[in-house]
Nanobody, 120 residues
Framework: QVQLVESGGGLVQPGGSLRLSCAASGSFFSINVMGWYRQAPGNQRELVAD???????KYADSVKGRFTISRDNAKNTMYLQMNSLKPEDTAVYYC??????????????WGQGTQVTVSS
């Protein structure tokens, strides 16, 4: 079982920056793709960006050029650097991990979420 804890959310003015972190802990064989998702009130949860264990990244069109996803495999930690933030980026941001509890099993874990509010 993997536990995911997000941190780094908060209130920021339009044009500002925030850096989110997601730390994974617990018992697992490996962590594969990790990703950031977000959910605004009244909206479905959507993919923001994800990154494979080898460093292949994918971004939603709405954040390309503004957000950067990265991970430190040695620390089992993923980051999301968010620049040029807009009010429409306001949402609860969730960390997701596709991991292997054992060498021949697959599972998915979610963090509790961290609120990001972009407002003047």
């Amino acid at each position: 079982q993997v536990q995911l804890v997000e941190s780094g959310g908060g209130l920021v003015q339009p044009g500002g920056s925030l850096r989110l972190s997601c730390a994974a802990s617990g018992s697992f064989f490996s962590i594969n793709v990790m990703g950031w998702y977000r959910q605004a009130p009244g909206n479905q949860r959507e993919l923001v960006a994800d990154i494979s264990s080898g460093g292949t990244v994918k971004y939603a069109d709405s954040v390309k050029g503004r957000f950067t996803i990265s991970r430190d495999n040695a620390k089992n930690t993923m980051y999301l650097q968010m620049n040029s933030l807009k009010p429409e980026d306001t949402a609860v941001y969730y960390c997701k991990a596709n991991y292997s509890p054992a060498w021949n099993r697959r599972a998915v874990g979610w963090g509790q979420g961290t609120q990001v509010t972009v407002s003047s």
